[in-house]
């Protein structure tokens, strides 16, 4: 039976982290704010920004949303992110996905300044990392890496595989694996035998969007397994990309679903807004 990565306790790790710094900042009469752009009523974004106003509030960090109806225009909210890059009270802001299908997200994404690009999501953030520049990192995929540097297990010189090529997760997170010197594989729906690929994985991070695709037969004795994907059942329970039961026999390592990697997603958007307070004083 596989031992536990338990994002809960990493992400009480974080934020411990970062209320230290936000309070050392407070100190130096530095305020730390974190801005959303919530546009819409859609019952899963309601919840998620709410549960990160809470966050924001543990650690000391100053949360404000800005509430639009869906029918609200993408000049409108242009504007507002360009006020949002020019205030210097706001250490970093994000837009809250799904937009409604009206809107398109990518050209306001894009024109959010890389130094408050809180979410790590714009092309210039994606191109920094790609490069090797200093960027504030996508928080599902440095959660991924903190999760697993937190219960110590090493990645240098490891066989990683990533299933998944998602500009969200899959594609940053290769960019990350690779910062620490694992060797990388990125599968997605074309690969053919993707069993035999993943069975070769030392760590195995799973974000494909797919309810339970991963099962024993994919995955090597002594693995490492990340499942980074989230499904609500019938009886509405959640599970993730992979047949937790059945891997469970067969890696090292497993992460649950929930308590695993969300946790560790919401405490990196906090780490990244003290990192972005920080940089604006050039520190």
Same mark, same amino acid.
């Given at each position: !039976?596989?031992?536990?990565?338990?994002?809960?306790?990493?992400?009480?790790?974080?934020?411990?982290?970062? /209320?230290?710094?936000?309070?050392?900042?407070?100190?130096?009469?530095?305020? %730390?704010? =974190?801005?959303?752009?919530?546009?819409?009523?859609?019952?899963?974004?309601?919840?998620?920004?709410?549960?990160?106003?809470?966050?924001?509030?543990?650690?000391?960090? *100053?949360?404000? %949303?800005?509430?639009?109806?869906?029918?609200?225009?993408?000049?409108? #909210?242009?504007? #507002?992110?360009?006020?949002?890059?020019?205030?210097? /009270?706001?250490?970093?802001?994000?837009?809250?996905?799904?937009?409604?299908?009206? =809107?398109?997200? +990518?050209?306001?994404?894009?024109?959010?300044?890389?130094?408050?690009?809180?979410?790590? =999501?714009?092309?210039?953030?994606?191109?920094?990392?790609?490069?090797? #520049?200093?960027?504030?990192?996508?928080?599902?995929?440095?959660? %991924?890496?903190?999760?697993?540097?937190?219960?110590?297990?090493? =990645?240098?010189?490891?066989?990683?595989?990533?299933?998944?090529?998602?500009?969200?997760?899959?594609?940053?997170? /290769?960019?990350?694996?690779?910062?620490?010197?694992?060797?990388?594989?990125?599968?997605?729906?074309?690969?053919?035998?993707?069993?035999?690929?993943?069975?070769?994985?030392?760590?195995?991070? &799973?974000?494909?969007?797919?309810?339970? +695709?991963?099962?024993?037969?994919? &995955?090597?004795?002594?693995?490492?397994? %990340?499942?980074?994907?989230?499904?609500?059942? *019938?009886?509405?329970?959640?599970?993730?990309?992979?047949?937790?039961?059945?891997?469970?026999?067969?890696?090292?390592?497993?992460?649950? &679903?929930?308590?695993?990697?969300?946790?560790?997603?919401?405490? !990196?958007?906090?780490?990244?807004?003290?990192?972005?307070?920080? +940089?604006?004083?050039?520190?």
């Amino acid at each position: !039976m596989a031992k536990i990565l338990d994002g809960r306790t990493a992400a009480a790790q974080v934020r411990s982290e970062v /209320a230290s710094v936000v309070a050392g900042l407070r100190e130096r009469g530095v305020p %730390v704010r =974190l801005d959303v752009i919530l546009v819409g009523d859609d019952p899963a974004s309601i919840t998620y920004v709410a549960s990160k106003e809470r966050d924001s509030e543990e650690v000391g960090i *100053e949360s404000r %949303v800005h509430r639009f109806s869906a029918g609200v225009s993408q000049k409108e #909210l242009s504007g #507002l992110v360009g006020r949002l890059n020019e205030d210097t /009270a706001v250490s970093g802001f994000f837009i809250q996905l799904p937009l409604p299908e009206e =809107l398109d997200s +990518m050209p306001l994404i894009s024109s959010i300044t890389p130094a408050k690009d809180v979410d790590g =999501l714009s092309p210039e953030s994606a191109g920094r990392l790609a490069v090797g #520049l200093p960027s504030l990192l996508p928080c599902t995929p440095h959660g %991924v890496i903190q999760l697993l540097k937190r219960n110590g297990i090493d =990645l240098s010189g490891r066989e990683a595989v990533v299933v998944g090529r998602s500009n969200l997760v899959g594609k940053p997170l /290769a960019q990350l694996l690779l910062r620490e010197n694992a060797t990388v594989t990125v599968c997605h729906s074309r690969t053919r035998g993707l069993p035999e690929v993943t069975r070769r994985a030392d760590i195995l991070v &799973v974000a494909a969007g797919k309810r339970e +695709m991963i099962g024993a037969e994919h &995955v090597g004795e002594g693995a490492v397994v %990340v499942d980074v994907g989230i499904h609500r059942k *019938e009886d509405g329970g959640l599970v993730g990309d992979v047949r937790f039961d059945e891997v469970d026999q067969r890696a090292s390592w497993i992460s649950p &679903v929930p308590g695993g990697v969300g946790p560790m997603t919401r405490a !990196m958007l906090l780490h990244n807004t003290v990192v972005a307070a920080r +940089m604006s004083l050039g520190s």
